[in-house]
């Protein structure tokens, strides 16, 4: 698939697209639950995004097909002088796809995305399985700076 990559925001007729390509890898399999209809969760998840204005759930468009997302979340904080900081996250590219520059020039995007929302910085968080990603994020410029830690708080 050829052509100019066009990045804007999701529209509920892109979340099945979106919830695929979420679901088709190891661990996004055992997270998701992608199935025609998609369940009630989705559009509901997708309307709070809508709602919010910090929060922007992203696709990458070629050639009228969707290719790629990501959610960028801008976070008020304290820290850094009162700096805005930005999180990215569930960054996907469609699996035939990956490695032909798609992903570059999505997190590329999201950089200058979030430079000019003000953001002072932009994270991430990555599965310490996904060892390709590491190489990717830190071909961009990523530091492996923090341990990350979670807690599942809901069944």
């Not at 998840?45 to 919010?52: C, S, V």
């Not at 900081?85 to 996907?92: H, P, Y």
């Not at 520059?101 to 999505?106: E, L, Y």
Request: proline letters at 4%.
């Amino acid at each position: 698939m050829a052509g100019p990559l066009e990045m804007r925001l999701a529209t509920f007729a892109d979340v099945p697209e979106i919830v695929r390509m979420l679901a088709d890898d190891d661990l996004g399999k055992t997270r998701e639950d992608y199935r025609l209809p998609l369940p009630g969760c989705y559009e509901e998840a997708f309307d709070l995004i809508q709602k919010d204005p910090n929060v922007e759930l992203v696709v990458a468009v070629q050639a009228g097909q969707v290719v790629g997302t990501l959610q960028l979340i801008y976070i008020p904080s304290l820290s850094y002088q009162g700096g805005l900081r930005a999180q990215v996250e569930s960054v996907r590219v469609e699996a035939g796809l990956r490695s032909q520059g798609i992903g570059t020039k999505m997190m590329n995007w999201a950089m200058e995305r979030s430079r000019l929302r003000g953001a002072r910085l932009l994270q991430l968080t990555t599965d310490q399985s996904r060892k390709a990603a590491h190489r990717f994020y830190e071909r961009l410029g990523f530091k492996a700076s923090h341990l990350g830690m979670k807690i599942k708080l809901k069944q």
